[in-house]
């Protein structure tokens, strides 16, 4: 993998275990020559996992639309800050540059990110991993959530496994390795025909 898209929090949150979290990550990045692709400010966990990753000697490409470059406060340490016109061509834009995405902890914009680049696995729109970095057991209850979906029939199982999921950067970067997306175009080509 070249580059890896981490979607994460705007805020740090309360436990420091989260920060720490996002400092390895943007670490390790840079010590096995991945670019992090991320939404370009310089708040909360996305200052802390890019700071980190420059630091070591990483590269950094940041993707921010216009309206946001002064709420998220557009980093201007990036080896790259892509401008852009809206959240719909950050992220597919960032979909587009990386070849696969980490999750750390966040709120509603990193859910929304990490939704929303399932759906298009789920859809065979790409087949590149995605990942959970499941710090202190945070995406628990969402992990949970989507086996109520398989249970409740509103999911596929293997769907589920479309969401790797794992609490250390070593066993993160091995599943997303080892990553063998499903046959969904097949799939979906034999649902038409039923
Ligand atoms: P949050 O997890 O809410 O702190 O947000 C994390 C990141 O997601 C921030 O950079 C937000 O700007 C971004 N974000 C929030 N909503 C969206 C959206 N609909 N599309 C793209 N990015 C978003």
């Not at 949150?13 to 943007?26: C, H, I, K």
């Not at 490409?61 to 709420?71: D, H, K, N, T, Y």
């Not at 960032?94 to 859809?123: K, R, S, V, Y």
Request: hydrophobic share 45%; glycine share 12%; with cysteine.
């Amino acid at each position: 993998m070249r580059r890896i898209c981490v979607f994460c929090g705007s805020r740090p949150g309360v436990n420091p275990a989260y920060r720490a979290a996002a400092e390895a990550l943007g670490q390790m990045l840079a010590e096995r020559s991945i670019e992090l692709v991320y939404g370009g400010g310089n708040v909360g966990l996305m200052g802390i996992v890019a700071d980190a990753c420059l630091a070591a000697g990483g590269k950094a490409v940041g993707v921010i639309p216009r309206a946001l470059l002064e709420w998220e406060v557009g980093h201007e340490g990036l080896t790259r800050l892509e401008v852009v016109d809206s959240m719909h061509t950050r992220k597919a834009r960032m979909a587009e540059l990386a070849d696969g995405f980490i999750a750390l902890p966040g709120g509603l914009g990193t859910f929304e990110e990490l939704f929303e680049i399932l759906t298009w696995a789920q859809l065979g729109f790409h087949n590149k991993p995605v990942a959970l970095f499941n710090v202190e057991d945070y995406y628990l209850p969402l992990v949970q959530m989507m086996e109520r979906g398989v249970t409740e029939g509103f999911m596929k199982a293997e769907n589920r496994g479309l969401l790797l999921v794992e609490d250390t950067l070593v066993a993160l970067m091995r599943s997303m390795g080892a990553y063998h997306p499903p046959a969904v175009g097949k799939r979906l080509r034999d649902e038409k025909q039923l």
